[in-house]
Structures are given as C-alpha cells and as structure tokens.
C-alpha cells in the first residue's frame, strides 16, 4: 500500500512568501498476507506503516507583514521649533512589520505496527514519530527605546523537536452471558527547543502582558535544549528555622527566620536574577486512557478514565491567598498554619505585610505535582427489546461524567493546560494555574428509541 500528495498551499497573511509545496507519503505492508511469512493459527493481521510528510502554518495576526501608523495626541504631537503655541502632526508606531515572514514547516516521520490475534479478540497498535518544525513563528519582544505602542515583532525564530511513542490496546471477551471490552492507551512525548534566531536569547511572554496576566511576574521561559514553556525561578529549598541558618546560608541579608530559602544556582555569593534556573516542566512524561464497556443480557456498563503523570503545575493561586502584602485578595484558611517559632514544620513561610525577603519572588515553592487520575465517565443502561410487542428497542441510562480524581495538588483542578487570555505567546505559557474553574460533576438521564 502506498499514497502520496502534494499541496501547494497560499496565503494572504505573507508579504512575499505566499506560496509554499508541502509532500507527503505513506507505506503500508500487510505482512499477514505474504505466503512466505507463516504466523500461526493464531494472528490474523499484522501491518507494518511508515509515513513522512511536510505541512505548512502561517497564522499570524493579520497584516503583521505591514507596518502601521496611528495619531496620538499625547505622545506623536510634537512642537518640532520649538514654539509652545502649536506642534506638529506626527504618527506613532502600533505595528513593527516584517515583510519577510516566511511559512513555518513542520516535517513529521512516523513508523507504525497493527496487529490482530486470535480472531480479533485483541488488537494491538503502536506509533513512534519525530516532528521537527522549522522556521518556527514567534513574536519576539523588541527593545523599549524602540518606542510605539508594540512590545515585540513576528519572526521566523527557531526549531522545534517533539518525539513520542503511542500504544494502544483492545481486548474483546465474554464469560457466559457477560461480554467485555478493554482498552489502553498509553502514550508519552518529549518537547525541546533546538534552535533559536540570532539575537534571540529565549522565548517568553512580553512585559506588557505579565503585568496583565502575572503581576509582571516572569514564570516560564523557553530557552534551548528545554521544553516549551518550561517554568523558570529561583530554587527554594525550605525555610530558615532560626537566624543561626540564615546567617550561614550567607546569601539573603533580609531573610528572617521563617522565610523561604534560595539557592544560590551559580555559587557567586550573591543571590540576584543570575540564579533564575529551569525548575520544573508542564509536559507530563505519561498520559493515559482506560476504556471499559461491559454488557449482560440487557444491561450495559461503560467506564472512561483518564490521567497524566510526571507533570508540574504552578500554583498561582499562593500568590494572592499565602501572602499578606497581597493585601486586596482572600486570604486561604491555609495562613491559619504558616510557620512561626511555635510551629516550625509548616510549609507556607512566615507570615510579612512587606516581605523583605521576597518570598513571593517566582520560584519552586509554587510548583507541584501535577500528576492525576480519574474517572472521566461512567453510564449505565438497560435495553428493553422488542417493546410491547412492537420492534421499537428501547434502551434507558444514567450517565455521569467527572465523578472522582485521585491526585495530590492542592488546586481546584489538576487538569491545568493552556490559558485563556488572549495573546500572541498564551502557547508559552502552560500549566500555570490562576484559578481555573474545574470541571463540572454532571449527572443525566436519558433514553434511546430505535425501530
């Protein structure tokens, strides 16, 4: 088996690379098939697949490959001679353009392998990728003293690598009356930034947004041989117990006793914005599903779970409910337990209306274990055939979805991906929890008719 397409796609949204030719092709080899391959009685199929191919992605905002110009009375007007009596007419910049902007390429590998045994009872399914995207579109931030109103330019910046496995499995039996399905599937990846643009040092959010989304705070980075969107601050290591400890840590003149602990990353004896590390990863090293669907005589059973493991989340929600120079928000029950001489085991720091010593600074005492199990989906029914006497089969169910999840972070939901905000890097910026809203427990009732 084989297939192979070309594209020869175009946009508006590109100055002067509209166009751009994508191939692609896939393979196929029923193995099963062959006379020469003798698999026994018991595979009925088994395929091999490889597949290559290229695909294009141009959006931008619109017009990005233009340059734009607005008036402002307040900061383009300018009196040019010198006169207080009138100024001159001048435009601001509100849109940096760049007429080069080209498509951003992703090149995805594949092989594959189906199998069936034991007539189609169980089915096995694996995938192994490599993707690699070039050309990558980013807006990356320009200097200040640039002036206008933007705060960065769109530009083809870097190269992007994701390399996964997926596995997938199903299993169909019976025991008397009872049939029963199983399936898994299990999948993991890795995310790395491979190359950057001259000039550019790393991928992040602009200042203009932070303030809007963070508190100005810089929470992720995305900077060579590092996932995207990785978390980036300074490393805690616990709290200082008494002043015998913050004097021989030697690097936080302002700490007192009950403040969090900072390492100092680069062993200079000063503790200052060069001790900023990669301190953790959204990206989970495992997700999987759990299917099963049972069904006796009339009745029917089907269960869906889901879950993620060996994630980070940012607990974002610390900054306004744990600290008291955050002094506009509620505050959790959870400040009832910060640390004092009397209760020197706690895990929130010392409760300070200034915070000398910057506890509140982005660092690893906001990260935790994003890892979560849970039940997605349960329904059950009844079939009643042949209904009063006619051929309408009907069936009744109860459906119930987000019943249970088993994780440790202390959140409203572990299921924390993308924000929601709009903006040019929102896809910088992932697993970052500012309160998101969990997902509603529902419950329904409902009925089929079929004739």
Do not use: C
Request: aromatic share 14%; charged share 15%.
């Amino acid at each position: 088996m084989f297939s192979a397409t070309v594209r020869n796609d175009g946009t508006s949204r590109l100055a002067n690379n509209k166009w751009d030719v994508f191939p692609a092709f896939s393979a196929g080899w029923r193995i099963s098939n062959e006379d020469f391959f003798d698999l026994g009685p018991n595979v009925d199929e088994l395929k091999v697949r490889a597949s290559w191919g290229q695909a294009g992605n141009q959006q931008v905002p619109s017009y990005s490959t233009l340059a734009s110009f607005q008036n402002n009375i307040t900061y383009s007007n300018y009196g040019i001679d010198g006169s207080q009596e009138s100024v001159a007419v001048g435009l601001v910049e509100t849109r940096v353009a760049n007429s080069g902007l080209n498509w951003e390429t992703t090149t995805q590998s594949g092989i594959g392998v189906d199998l069936s045994m034991f007539r189609e009872k169980l089915q096995f399914t694996a995938d192994y990728y490599n993707k690699v995207t070039d050309n990558l579109l980013i807006y990356a931030p320009i200097p200040t003293t640039y002036g206008g109103t933007n705060d960065g330019t769109w530009i083809n910046g870097g190269k992007m690598r994701n390399r996964g496995f997926e596995l997938g499995t199903k299993y169909n039996g019976s025991a008397g009356d009872l049939f029963y399905t199983v399936g898994l599937n299990y999948s993991f990846y890795k995310n790395k930034l491979v190359e950057l643009a001259d000039g550019v040092e790393y991928l992040g959010i602009p200042s203009s947004s932070l303030h809007s989304v963070n508190f100005g705070q810089e929470i992720s980075r995305t900077f060579l041989g590092q996932p995207v969107g990785t978390f980036y601050g300074y490393e805690s290591l616990g709290i200082f117990q008494n002043q015998g400890e913050v004097d021989a840590h030697g690097v936080q003149p302002d700490a007192q006793p009950g403040d969090l602990i900072f390492k100092d990353v680069n062993g200079d004896g000063v503790l200052d914005a060069n001790d900023r590390t990669a301190i953790g990863s959204p990206h989970p090293k495992a997700i999987i599903g759990f299917t099963t669907n049972f069904y006796y005589k009339g009745f029917d059973l089907g269960l869906f779970f889901n879950g993620a493991f060996g994630h980070q989340i940012y607990n974002f929600t610390k900054y306004n409910n744990t600290f008291f120079n955050q002094s506009a928000y509620n505050k959790s029950v959870e400040v009832l337990d910060a640390w004092t001489p009397q209760n020197p085991g706690a895990d929130i720091p010392r409760l300070s209306l200034d915070d000398p010593n910057q506890n509140i600074r982005p660092s690893s005492y906001f990260l935790e274990n994003g890892s979560y199990f849970k039940l997605n989906n349960m329904q059950v029914g009844f079939t009643l055939p042949n209904f009063k006497g006619s051929d309408a089969e009907i069936r009744i169910y109860g459906q119930a979805s987000n019943l249970f999840t088993i994780t440790s972070y202390s959140g409203m939901t572990p299921e924390v991906g993308l924000q929601n905000y709009s903006s040019s890097n929102r896809n910088l910026d992932i697993g970052v929890d500012r309160g998101i809203y969990p997902p509603s427990r529902t419950f329904m009732l409902g009925f089929n008719v079929k004739f």
